[in-house]
């Protein structure tokens, strides 16, 4: 039986406590910003294309830092962060597309899902391919 395991369910689950926190915060934000612009006529898509690269860059420390306790390179996980948020953003734009355009659902309704489940695509790649210890050793970009 290897020993290891609770800790790694331990790790796991602090690492999603934080990343959470750091998400609430920075998605909680983004948000309600969202849902100002679009009240004031910014369109849905161009106000989330906007929001999502801001948000991506202010939530990179919190959660190199803070979730994942990055000790590698900042330029090899700030490139495979990029990588990360480059698919993250086509999955939420992919679910506006879907829901709001050809569906017709309230964009409103439909971002606020979006982001749930880009944070939890997002959580698995950070942890396995951005912050992943194993990969700092192995990939020296």
Not at 69 to 85: D, F, Q, T
Not at 89 to 95: P, V
Not at 99 to 119: C, E, S
Request: hydrophobic share 50%.
């Amino acid at each position: 039986m290897d020993e290891r395991v609770p800790g790694k369910n331990r790790k796991s689950a602090k690492q999603m406590f934080h990343y959470a926190l750091v998400g609430i915060a920075s998605n909680l934000t983004g948000y309600l910003v969202y849902l100002l612009l679009t009240y004031l006529g910014c369109p849905p898509k161009m106000t989330m294309s906007i929001l999502y690269g801001l948000g991506a860059s202010v939530s990179f420390w919190g959660n190199s830092q803070l979730t994942f306790s990055h000790k590698g390179s900042l330029l090899g996980a700030g490139v495979r962060y990029i990588i990360a948020h480059f698919f993250g953003y086509f999955i939420n734009l992919a679910i506006l597309i879907f829901f709001v355009d050809k569906l017709g659902y309230a964009h409103q309704w439909v971002q606020a899902l979006a982001i749930i489940i880009v944070a939890i695509f997002l959580f698995v790649i950070f942890k396995y391919f951005v912050f992943n210890e194993r990969m700092q050793r192995d990939i020296k970009i």
